[in-house]
């Protein structure tokens, strides 16, 4: 937790093994967390990088459809195998399978798409949002609080993130409304590496999504006996934006049914520009009472 910044650049700094079947192969640490079990935003982000690394430098993500397949061990390093399902005149696609003991944790597709003109218009960023300036961060909201997972949300995160109206770690305060917003931005300035900004977003992405459907509820993260996991991850790379600057995350969940939540997001620069859109289902298992 000294430096979270260099540990998620050392996370997305995946190893090129040499070895070649039909796929690619590459491997990757584990960071550490509380629980045990590996983030599923940097299992995801992983698997994005090593897909990038078998797409040439003309073409870029533009999506990503991953599933959540078992939990992680923080313990272990997890394996990459990347299949070139296609490369096509403009597009290429990519089928990243991550494995840890033999067997998968997550298994993603995505495509990549050249430099290319056409139609152009986006959502407008919600007006009203507080400035990312006046709003107290994680370490603020957190500071005391003895946990071990206090302390690696306020402390332990590559990424400064400030709720719109307010976190939800031990209450949900205001209305119990299906949305809320986040700014987030890496705590240090990153590389220009484009491609580590698309893959240090994706990872970002997955910390807060499913709190759209916690406030909906009035469930808070400290709730004894909650239970929530992710059972899938979509995201589209509508234009490029660098996260060491900051982003406004909107997140609304429209359902929220049979133990799953479904949630939706877009991600803003803070001039107004859309650069990604974000989908992803969890299971959130509330005790009764």
Do not use: C
């Not at 900004?197 to 970002?204: C, I, M, P, V």
């Not at 459907?213 to 004894?224: C, D, E, I, L, S």
């Not at 949630?263 to 298992?285: H, K, P």
């Amino acid at each position: 937790m000294s430096d979270p910044l260099s540990g998620l650049l050392a996370a997305l700094d995946l190893t090129d093994t040499g070895a070649r079947t039909t796929e690619d192969i590459f491997t990757g640490p584990s960071q550490w967390m509380p629980h045990g079990r590996v983030f599923g935003g940097q299992v995801l982000a992983q698997s994005l990088v090593a897909a990038m690394r078998t797409v040439g430098d003309d073409r870029f993500v533009h999506s990503m459809h991953g599933y959540f397949l078992r939990p992680g061990d923080i313990s272990l390093p997890i394996t990459f195998s990347v299949d070139r399902i296609h490369d096509g005149r403009s597009f290429s696609t990519r089928r990243t399978q991550a494995y840890q003991s033999g067997v998968p944790i997550l298994s993603m597709i995505a495509s990549f798409q050249d430099d290319d003109e056409g139609l152009e218009h986006q959502a407008t960023m919600p007006d009203g949002i507080p400035d990312p300036e006046s709003l107290p961060s994680s370490a603020t909201s957190l500071e005391g609080i003895d946990h071990p997972v206090a302390k690696v949300w306020a402390y332990g995160r590559p990424f400064d993130m400030r709720h719109v109206p307010s976190p939800i770690y031990f209450s949900v305060e205001g209305e119990h409304v299906p949305h809320q917003a986040v700014w987030l931005k890496a705590i240090g300035d990153l590389p220009d590496d484009p491609n580590l900004h698309r893959a240090a977003l994706a990872y970002a992405s997955d910390y807060s999504i499913l709190e759209s459907v916690m406030r909906a509820h009035g469930v808070p993260w400290a709730t004894p006996g909650l239970k929530i996991a992710s059972l899938d991850h979509a995201m589209w790379w509508h234009r490029f934006g660098r996260v060491d600057q900051w982003l406004l995350y909107v997140q609304e969940s429209p359902s929220a049914t049979g133990g799953r939540g479904l949630a939706l997001g877009r991600i803003y620069d803070r001039s107004g520009v859309l650069l990604a859109s974000v989908a992803q289902e969890g299971t959130l298992r509330v005790p009764k009472g």
